[in-house]
């Protein structure tokens, strides 16, 4: 394990948020946690998390890739700390971006649930957490494992994304019987998707601007993706 593997904080990698909320306890702070497989992130992903930061007036952004994703347990995923390396020089050169190592050190199978109580437990009551994902997978949170739950913990907020109608994820909340603080906001439209990635690697094809340069080099240099 090199010395950057190591998670100096407690809630990310810098360790840089982990006292939010203190500075001033009458204050609101809001902390804005971007999950993932990341296999690999790409350009969708940082957009969707910059705009949500802007939008919403996060103080921060923590992404946390997924540990053994719940819903992916039938197709092979990349090994957790080449997806959090790939993480890791993404965010890099933003100073409201960060990685976290919560799920990836956590054994057996991720729940988001699990994750979102964690940072309930761990922060003050003055930082709000917000939870950050797309059109798509807002919809299937809905049915995720303990949604009454998930609801108390965080608020929600959904970037739109190609192909995927807001309709749709306004009408699958009118149907959950559990409700939760929701938020749809608009992001410029980019049809980027790991899935797409991976299967331009596998066919030989380029994924350069479609991924930040260092993780291309990072793909390119570990052979991912190539069968
Ligand atoms: P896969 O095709 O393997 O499912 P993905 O591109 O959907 O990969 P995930 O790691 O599954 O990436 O997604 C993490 C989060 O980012 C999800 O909430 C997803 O909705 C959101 N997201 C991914 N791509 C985009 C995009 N192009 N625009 C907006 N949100 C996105
Ligand atoms: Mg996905």
Redesign the pocket.
Known sequence: MSEAVMQRGVVSESGRFDRLGQLDPGREYRLGI??????P?????L??AEQAREQFDLAAVIFIP?GQPAW?LDRHVTGSEDRLEMVRLAVAGNPAFDVSRLETDRPGVTYTVDTLAWLRDYYPDNVKLYF???????IQLFQWRSADRLAKLASFI?????G?EPEAALAAHERSAVKFDLHLFE?P??????????RRRAAGRSVRYLVPEPVEKFIVDRQLYRS
Do not use: E, N, Q
């Open positions: 971007m999950g993932g497989t990341f296999d992130i790409h350009l969708g992903h957009v969707c997924t992916k950050i994902t797309g059109t798509d997978a807002i959904a970037a739109s994304r190609p995927y992001v439209a980019l049809a980027i998707s790991s899935t797409d990635l991976r």
